[in-house]
């Protein structure tokens, strides 16, 4: 079974300053990990994935993430964030079967102050 | 850009009624995926779709759902009796070739059971 833990569910920074969204997973394979975004009335969309060789993927819009197995980890972060990042972003799993199953979990909400 | 298309976007329906929902996956792809999220949780997995069958179900997706692919185009869920718990977002999705892969998600049907 896979797992994913998103901490903190709502972040909120200023224009300008450090995106760090949290993402922690548990697989019994090799995982291969997501990040999707949500804005408003709109569906999910890829920022960026991992699924083998360069553990620091970028992705769209200045993000990027680093799988670190060893601390199970697979955080996002943005050097400066803009009030177009506002939006829900969630952390996704998937491994083990051929058909793309994904995992999520829960979801951060950014805010981004002005 | 190619697209995930999904009707309605909104619902509602009686307790006990059938819905379909309806989505129109990306035109090359293979793999499809209705995944949903109730209110303030996770999104969640309900089944995958290849080669014309069921190739992956989760717990929810039991005996009150079902889904079809009755053309080259379209991919339907089928909720035969709602319950209140069955309100949710819907999410269609496809992917070309399923495990690593990125998925493509449509808009999302809002479902309301009264």
């Known amino acids: 079974a896979q797992s994913v833990t998103q901490l903190g569910s709502h972040v909120s920074v200023s224009e300008g300053a450090l995106v760090l969204l949290r993402c922690n997973y548990s697989?019994?394979?090799?995982?291969?990990l997501f990040w999707y975004v949500q804005y408003p009335n709109q569906g999910l969309q890829l920022l960026l994935k991992?699924?083998?060789?360069?553990?620091l993927v970028k992705g769209i819009n200045g993000f990027e993430a680093e799988f670190k197995k060893s601390e199970t980890s697979f955080h996002l972060t943005k050097p400066s964030a803009h009030m177009s990042d506002a939006a829900e972003y969630f952390c996704?799993?998937?491994?083990?079967?051929?058909?793309?199953?994904?995992?999520f979990g829960q979801g951060t909400i950014l805010t981004v102050h002005p | 850009e190619p697209e995930v298309t999904q009707t309605p976007s909104h619902q509602v329906t009686q307790m006990g009624q059938e819905v379909i929902l309806r989505c129109v996956p990306i035109?090359?792809?293979?793999?499809f995926y209705w995944y949903r999220q109730i209110l303030g949780q996770k999104v969640e997995f309900l089944v995958s779709?290849?080669?014309?069958?069921?190739?992956?179900k989760s717990e929810i997706f039991d005996d009150q759902f079902s889904v079809e692919r009755p053309d080259g185009s379209n991919f339907t869920l089928k909720i035969r009796s709602t319950k209140l718990e069955d309100s949710a977002m819907y999410f269609c999705?496809?992917?070309?070739?399923?495990?690593?892969?990125?998925?493509?998600f449509g808009q999302g049907t809002r479902l309301t059971v009264v």
């Open positions: 779709f290849y080669n014309n069958e069921i190739s992956e």
């Open positions: 991992y699924t083998t060789g360069a553990t």
């Open positions: 996704a799993v998937s491994g083990g079967t051929s058909y793309g199953k994904l995992t």
């Open positions: 697989s019994s394979v090799p995982p291969y």
């Open positions: 999705a496809s992917s070309d070739r399923g495990l690593g892969t990125e998925a493509f």
């Open positions: 035109s090359n792809h293979l793999y």
